[in-house]
């Protein structure tokens, strides 16, 4: 074992334990012990250590999951960003790539190869927790999900074996790790994906609008989304303006979309409905036909999501009509508990049926709401504020993304029943003792959903 293991009370426990969380509300959790692995050998030698001390195993890829999944009470938790691997294969167009590294890292090489992948708008997201979960990347809606891209993984199993998954070897595992997220039963330790050519003309058009006009835009966006070229990315955001948008800083409503086209024309003509939306004329300001790239995409996507912050964070997946959903909707996109806080609505159809993976739920609108703060005093207020938002949601839900969930707070369904019952499945064969962490879940919280989808059942 090269890596690092610190034993809880040790000197440097607490950074390896916390350091690399993106959230700054940190659960109070703790694990017996903590790996810092630099290879893969350390991740098979991990393994086998928490099977002869007889603990449980938890894993963190980039740290970025909301509920801090990776933190568990009395686990060896294997933290893998000491691996760092890209090794693209150009013929192949495949790219070889460790869970820890994050979308804007890897696209940060592949766009210098004209090449990119769909990973986390985020740039700080690490791409094993961002697959594993189905990984809702750039123009997800067009393209389909990132982990459509997951040719094959290597893994380390709960018996402490390495192997290699794709359709031909261990497919049930491949299946499993396109979508079941913290409760995969392995520890990723390369994924090998697909790449696509970067697209030619990256375009933006938004348009900021009072959030008094939600109603009148929100009506029309949910009749002409469906609509779209399969090319853009559309996505409304409920923000304060906070003074650099127009001389208010009430709550605006931008309306964004965002064409992969491969010429400018293409470009101009995807886009070119957003010019008609009839609340148009009311804009408080619109950016029309922007040429942009990834990296600048990046920039934005980190300016939302700023670190040294405390997040709460839930999401439903939504097929209610325009008349039943946008009143529902409505507070959560002109009442924000605090100046950097949003709500997003993506729109995602025309749906594509979804391959033969563990991801088995989607519907036609995404929604989203990202309360951030700074002080712990504000803790009780801002999760108020959200859980009240995801009461009134949640009578039209389908259920729920893993990606922005936080089961501690909300358990729901995010799985098929079939689907369900086929991970469990998958789960006691590769690991029959329960050695690999579940979902995370707090026993006293009730869960209002069918047995087959209950997380840890």
């Known amino acids: 074992m090269q890596g690092c293991l610190f034993w809880r009370g040790e000197s440097g426990y607490e950074e390896a334990r916390c350091g690399r969380i993106f959230n700054g509300r940190r659960p109070e959790r703790y694990p017996a012990a903590i790996l810092l692995a630099t290879s893969e050998d350390d991740v098979v030698a991990g393994v086998r250590l928490a099977r002869a001390h007889g603990l449980k195993v938890s894993v963190r890829a980039g740290g970025h999951s909301w509920a801090a999944w990776s933190l568990r009470d009395e686990a060896l938790l294997i933290d893998l960003g000491g691996l760092r691997q890209i090794e693209l294969d150009r013929e192949a167009g495949i790219v070889r790539v460790s869970p820890a590294v994050t979308g804007s890292e890897l696209n940060g090489l592949l766009t210098q190869q004209g090449l990119m992948f769909p990973g986390g708008h985020c740039p700080d997201v690490g791409l094993g927790g961002f697959l594993l979960q189905g990984g809702m990347g750039w123009n997800c809606r067009g393209w389909g999900w990132a982990c459509q891209r997951v040719m094959a993984i290597d893994a380390v199993t709960a018996d402490g074996e390495l192997v290699h998954a794709d359709e031909e070897h261990h497919p049930d595992l491949l299946w499993a790790a396109r979508g079941a997220g913290p409760g995969f039963f392995a520890i990723v330790t390369r994924f090998y994906l697909r790449v696509r050519p970067l697209p030619g003309a990256l375009t933006r058009s938004s348009f900021f609008y009072p959030a008094a006009l939600f109603d009148e835009v929100m009506g029309w966006l949910y009749e002409e989304h469906p609509r779209l070229a399969p090319s853009v990315e559309v996505v409304a955001v409920g923000m304060g303006s906070g003074g650099d948008l127009t001389a208010s800083a009430a709550p605006v409503l931008l309306v964004q979309g965002l064409s992969f086209a491969e010429t400018p024309t293409e470009a101009r003509e995807a886009l070119a409905p957003f010019e008609r939306c009839p609340a148009r004329s009311r804009a408080l300001l619109e950016q029309v036909l922007v040429p942009t790239t990834l990296a600048a995409e990046y920039v934005e996507q980190r300016r939302a999501n700023p670190k040294e ?88 839900s389908e259920g729920l993304f893993l990606a922005d969930s936080d089961f501690t707070t909300r358990p729901a369904r995010f799985m098929d029943e079939s689907h369900w019952q086929r991970l469990q499945a998958v789960r006691a064969r590769y690991d029959p003792t329960g050695l690999f962490h579940s979902y995370l879940i707090n026993p006293e919280t009730p869960i209002n959903v069918n047995p087959w989808s209950q997380p840890g059942a």
């Not at 950097?340 to 609505?345: A, E, H, R, T, Y």
Request: proline share 9%; charged share 20%; net charge neutral.
């Open 309 to 396: 912050h405390r997040y709460a964070v839930d999401n439903a997946w939504l097929n209610a009509p325009a008349t039943t959903a946008i009143p529902a909707l409505r507070e959560a996109f002109v009442s924000l508990p605090t100046a950097q806080s949003f709500s997003l609505w993506f729109g995602m159809a025309p749906l594509h049926p979804l391959p033969d993976m563990a991801l088995s739920l989607q519907a036609d609108v995404y929604f989203a709401s990202y309360v951030i703060w700074k002080q712990p005093a504000d803790d009780a207020r801002c999760r108020r504020w959200l859980a009240e938002q995801m009461r009134r949601i949640e009578p039209l």
